[in-house]
Structures are given as C-alpha cells and as structure tokens.
C-alpha cells in the first residue's frame, strides 16, 4: 500500500522538494493533506495536480480565495491554526512531514504525535522549543520521529545498526554561511542581499539568515541532543565549507562514521519517507575527484556569538531554548526589514535570555507563555536599537 503522506509548509523549500520526491515514486506515496500560510497561487496548484484529501491555509484572511479556486476539485478546504491542529490527526495520516517554518510548526506538530502519526522533522523550532515534551511523548505514543535536516539525518543514518555500541561524539558539520572568513568589522557592514546569499544551500530567506549567524547550527545542536540523547560536551559544531560530509559520529573505539554526498535536500527527505529502505532515484552523484579537498576548521564563536548562545541555552534547559528561539525570530525579521544591523541581533537575543523569567520544568502552556513574553520583550529591545 502507498504511504499516505501530510505535509505542513508544502509551499515551501521543503515542502515542495517533498513533492519532487513523491513525484519520482508515485507508486510509493501519495499527498494526503496540503497546508500553507499565505502563498494561495502554489497552493491551489498542488492541490489541482495532487488532489489531496484536503488542504489548510493558515492565514484565514485567503480562505476564500483558495475555496472559489478549488470548488470544482474533490479537495477539502480549511483554514486557521486550529484546522492545521485537527487535519494532522486524520485517521488517513500515516506520515507528517512538517516543513513550516519557526515557532509555527510546533503545535502542529504536538498534535500530530499526540494522534500517533509518524513524523518526518523538517522544523528544528519543535525540539528546539519543546524537546523534552516531545520527545516524552513520542515515547508515549511509539511515534518515530525521523530527521530531515541534512545533518541529523546524517548522523541517523550513521547509527542505524549501532544501536550497541556507544557514541563518543557526534559532529555537526556547518557551511559556515556566506561569512565565514569576515572579520567583525566586515560583519558591522553586511546587507540583507549580502546575508541570504549562501553558498552552497537554497532555503528560505529566515533560514538563511540562521545559517548566516550560525544560530541554525546552535538550534541543530539543541535538536541533536533530544533525537539522539547526548549532552552537549558529546555534540561539536565543525566548518566543513563544501557541504559534503554531512555530518559524523565517532565511536568508544575512536571509529568515525561519515554520511557524504551532494547538497541536496532531496536525499534526506527521501530518506525520511522511505525509511528503513532506501529508495533509488536519479539525483546527481557525489564523486571525491570533483573534491579533491576537503575542509574543516573550528567555527569562531566570537565573532558568531549565536552558536555561542544556543549551547548555552542548551546547558540552561528549561524554558531558556524556547527564548532563544523566540528572540532570534524577532530580530531575523527586523533585520530582514533593515531595522537592525547583522551584528544586533546577537546583541538583542542575549538581552533578551537575561531578560525573561527562567522555568526550570516548563508545560506546554508555559512554553507557549514563554514565546509571547521572549517576542514582547524582544521586540522592545529592538525598537529601543532602531
């Protein structure tokens, strides 16, 4: 039987590339449920080509318009938060791959494994923001939750069949985004065009800007630690520039395993649906004559105090994840709408993490609290820097 598949966000970079996927293996899967927040043209175009159980747009304000377009097609139509909450729980569901961006994608994707779907983890924010009450309660229900970020995915499939023998330490590999030999007096001079120019990955504009900073890799650090259960000194952040080792995983012997290929999203999404198979495809291959050299340095965290930022909040636990988060998405968009410069938002996220009351065992009420306080305070700050 085909795997029924969800996507939350399929208008964007993940979502859409999901689909690529499923389009090169029809007789595997097939599009369930489509949701996006505000790109109504793509939207009601996949649900004409995929025909989809249904579809959700977020924004309530477009209901309408995706309604008229989609009113002579057998496809459901909702909108609003609160159908994104119940379209994840559809008894037809056997899949979620949640591609939405930021803070958005958590509650969702809570509601999803409370149903007891399977998840395919695009939207780092959810553990990020909510490890601990996920990951519980994806033990709870027997939901597997499946890496797509390049790196986890990387460091998930160096495990698989490892599950005896102890890991010494994972390594993250990292870009180092567009910056990475700038000093910090170049950085006080960098432009919004400059910022989500990356070099190797082709994401959305918030996610570059989290790469951009490094903070991304911090987020990925605090996801690495709730999917594969390790402290941070067992979690190391290297620049590899190519982007081709993915990510490693060093054993009690002193074993490294490596996952390599090209910078293609493609590959671990593919991964994710496929699971425990891999699946042949025709994507352009990987051949080390093409990079005879390959680099690793130390990332600078002086200069990138996010990454800096993000173990800390690691190490602080509680809520203190959830206001790094938060900050970092007030101050992206000020800085995308030229509010603030490059270097502020460091400046105003560790403001704000000394600024917002601290909860050693937060709820999920308390986390939902915690964000509209880090995004008051945030906001406050940043007007106080314009």
């Known amino acids: 039987m085909k795997k029924r598949i969800a996507i939350l966000g399929s208008t964007g970079s993940i979502g859409t590339q999901s689909l690529d ?48 377009a989609l009113q002579n097609e057998p496809v459901k139509v909702f909108a609003g938060a609160e159908a994104l909450n119940q379209v994840v729980q559809m008894d037809s569901i056997d899949l979620v791959i949640t591609g939405m961006v930021g803070y958005s994608g958590l509650i969702p994707t809570w509601h999803a494994v409370k149903a ?12 990020v923001v909510a490890g601990e009450i996920i990951t519980k309660l994806a033990i709870e229900k027997q939901v597997d939750i499946l890496p797509v970020d390049s790196e986890h995915s990387a460091i998930f499939q160096c495990l698989t069949g490892e599950i005896a023998n102890p890991v010494e330490k994972i390594y993250l590999t990292c870009s180092g985004g567009p910056f990475r030999e700038k000093s910090k007096e170049d950085l006080g001079k960098v432009t919004v065009a400059d910022a989500l120019a990356h070099p190797n990955w082709d994401m959305g504009a918030k996610i570059t800007i989290d790469s951009a900073t490094l903070i991304n890799k911090g987020f990925e650090a605090i996801e690495a630690h709730w999917l594969f259960g390790l402290p ?13 080792v993915h ?4 054993f009690e012997d002193g074993s490294i395993k490596a996952q390599l290929g090209l910078p293609d999203m493609r590959l671990p999404i593919q991964y994710a649906l496929g699971f425990p198979y891999r699946i042949k ?4 291959r990987f051949s ?36 790094l988060n938060a900050a970092n998405e007030v101050v992206v968009q000020a800085f995308l709408e030229g509010k603030i410069t490059f270097l502020q938002m460091p400046e105003i996220i560790e403001e704000t993490m000394e600024k917002v009351s601290f909860i050693e065992k937060p709820s999920m009420e308390d986390l939902i609290q915690t964000n509209a306080e880090t995004r008051r305070v945030a906001q406050l700050l940043t007007e106080n820097k314009i």
Do not use: W
């Open 21 to 68: 996927v499923i389009d090169q293996n029809p007789d595997m899967f097939e599009v369930e449920v489509l949701t996006a927040n505000n790109n109504v043209e793509l939207l009601v175009d996949q649900a004409k080509k995929y025909q989809p159980n249904a579809v959700v747009i977020a924004n309530k304000d477009n209901y309408k318009t995706v309604a008229d």
């Open 116 to 127: 007891g779907k399977n998840i395919a983890l695009a939207n780092k924010e959810t553990l």
């Open 232 to 244: 941070s000194s067992k979690i190391e952040v290297i620049v590899h520039p190519q982007s081709i």
């Open 247 to 250: 990510s490693m995983v060093q």
């Open 281 to 284: 495809n025709d994507f352009p």
């Open 288 to 323: 080390f004559l093409d990079y005879p050299t390959l680099q690793f340095e130390q990332p600078n965290t002086k200069i990138f105090r996010n990454l800096a930022l993000a173990f800390e909040a690691l190490d602080a636990g509680g809520n203190v994840p959830c206001v």
